[in-house]
């Protein structure tokens, strides 16, 4: 009697359904509790994996840097004997690195250009040569006189330096042709008598800039002369002369860099300068001397970055020469290091120079030269280093030397940021020449260095074409990822508060029960 009319108690019915109804909270917070955590807690693992994706070999040396374009890539390859020098030109498809086509041409070679369809290359006395890009079918040659330098395709025209020697008067005299692009007709031609033209010519806006250079072999001096034409009639517009070799001139706003050295006898450099003119009217505006070698300039803003033979990195105001910054780096800590006459100009990218001396690469704050980050190798550096999608690549000689019979080459990327090495992909050839990336693709032409007969052999040399992959491996994220502590003391509140109304049902019960047994107790007379 006492069950039933409890069963049909009105509070007893409401707090069985508090109880239900706090329970269900309780697990619903509970597990909302967990699964936020989890959550917040919840992280995946990156990890680069690259991998090769094909390689071309070549039986040469791979010369120059790469060439990639959508469809292609051009590689330039030199014959390992001098004897019998000649050049190749490879078209590859890009995706597969089967060959396209591949010409041959007799004699050496600069570096070569390509431009609207069309691929540049001169072979020193041999002339220059145009091929067609995409069959390699010979479209021209130019053969009037020695080419000294790497043609420059612009505009519908293309630029050479070159030279020739008179034997009766024991002379060079030097040459600026200009040549139709799609003919090879020459348009003009700038001839100098007692020089040669070399390096690199520097095509901006109307003007052509060039550099010769000048041995005296009585006095055993040396001199150089910085031209600037005008770039469609040949007319010169100044011509400003400098001591010592120059490397190519480098434009930057309305003026023109150039870094010039000296040569011991013992084929140290020495006595390194960087000059700034005006690029309109060749006034020389300042010159900075160093004490040893000096890179070519990279010019950014209105600051001049460059790296010297004794390890150091500057910035100098682009304006007045005067310093702004420098940081002397570690020095070098390999033996017989020729990188101590660095040749690699500084790169600038996000705000962050990138620089290599020696065996060590540098990130610096390009407004401060504050060092961020520096990476070690075991060789020398060979390359500048090429910066994109947050990765500084950068080849290095890792093992080996004149005395031993395998070198190994490796490829570094690194975090652009922190320098924390985030791959690296060996090589039996040396890495020359800065690799080319483009996407997640990087490509690079290797050489093979064969150190008892001290030559380029070419064995094992060739293009290789590598595929970073980012793997994300996700964190596991139970619902258990919140701590032993707090998942204790979550469940014992739980168990607690179930505990306690049962417990106060259980009261109330039993006190309804007692008044109601109360209420019907029967009197015994």
Request: charge should be neutral.
């Amino acid at each position: 009697m006492t069950k039933k009319l409890l069963s049909r108690g009105f509070l007893t019915r409401k707090l069985k359904w508090a109880a239900v109804i706090l329970f269900s909270l309780l697990l619903i917070q509970f597990y909302g509790l967990t699964a936020s955590n989890a959550n917040a807690n919840s992280s995946t693992n990156t990890t680069t994996i690259v991998t090769q994706l094909w390689n071309f070999t070549i039986q040469e040396r791979v010369y120059s840097p790469l060439v990639v374009t959508e469809d292609y890539i051009y590689a330039f390859s030199c014959s390992p004997s001098s004897a019998v020098p000649h050049t190749s030109v490879y078209c590859l498809n890009v995706s597969t690195g089967t060959q396209i086509w591949n010409h041959p041409i007799d004699g050496w070679y600069w570096i070569p250009a390509v431009a609207d369809g069309r691929v540049y290359i001169e072979a020193h006395d041999k002339g220059v040569y145009s091929l067609n890009a995409f069959t390699g079918r010979r479209l021209w040659s130019f053969t009037n006189g020695r080419v000294d330098g790497t043609p420059v395709a612009l505009g519908g025209y293309v630029y050479v330096p070159g030279s020739s020697y008179s034997r009766s008067t024991d002379t060079y005299v030097g040459f600026i042709y200009c040549l139709s692009a799609s003919t090879g007709v020459e348009k003009w031609k700038y001839a100098a008598q007692g020089t040669s033209f070399h390096h690199q010519l520097v095509v901006s806006g109307s003007y052509l800039y060039a550099i010769s250079n000048i041995y005296n072999e009585e006095t055993r001096s040396r001199s150089s002369v910085v031209y600037a034409f005008n770039a469609f009639t040949g007319d010169r517009i100044w011509n400003t002369a400098t001591p010592g070799f120059l490397y190519p001139p480098v434009v930057g706003g309305s003026n023109v860099y150039v870094s010039s050295y000296e040569i011991n006898t013992d084929s140290s450099l020495y006595d390194g300068r960087v000059h700034a003119f005006n690029a309109a009217s060749g006034t020389q505006l300042w010159s900075f001397k160093a004490e040893t070698n000096v890179t070519s300039p990279t010019i950014a803003g209105n600051v001049v970055y460059f790296v010297t033979g004794d390890g150091k990195i500057y910035a100098l105001n682009a304006s007045t020469g005067a310093i702004m910054w420098n940081f002397a780096t570690e020095g070098s800590t390999v033996a017989n290091d020729y990188s101590k006459r660095p040749e690699k100009p500084p790169i600038l990218a996000n705000g962050y120079l990138y620089a290599s001396y020696s065996n060590i690469v540098y990130c610096l704050d390009s407004s401060t030269g504050t060092k961020i980050w520096s990476f070690e190798t075991d060789r020398p550096l060979q390359s500048s280093p090429t910066v994109a999608n947050g990765t500084v690549y950068v080849g290095s000689s890792d093992r080996g030397g004149w005395d031993d019979k395998y070198l190994e080459h490796n490829l570094y990327a690194l975090d652009a940021l922190t320098g924390s090495k985030i791959w690296n992909y060996t090589f039996p050839g040396s890495i020359e020449f800065s690799p080319v990336v483009v996407g997640n693709s990087v490509y690079v032409g290797a050489d093979y260095f064969f150190p008892e007969s001290r030559s380029f052999l070419g064995v094992n040399a060739g293009v290789y074409a590598l595929e970073q992959t980012t793997a994300v491996t996700p964190t596991p994220s139970p619902l258990t990822t919140l701590s032993d502590l707090q998942l204790t003391v979550i469940a014992a509140v739980v168990v607690i508060m179930i505990l306690a109304v049962l417990f106060l049902v259980y009261r109330i019960r039993r006190k309804g029960a007692d008044k109601f047994a109360a209420q019907h107790v029967v009197s015994k007379p």
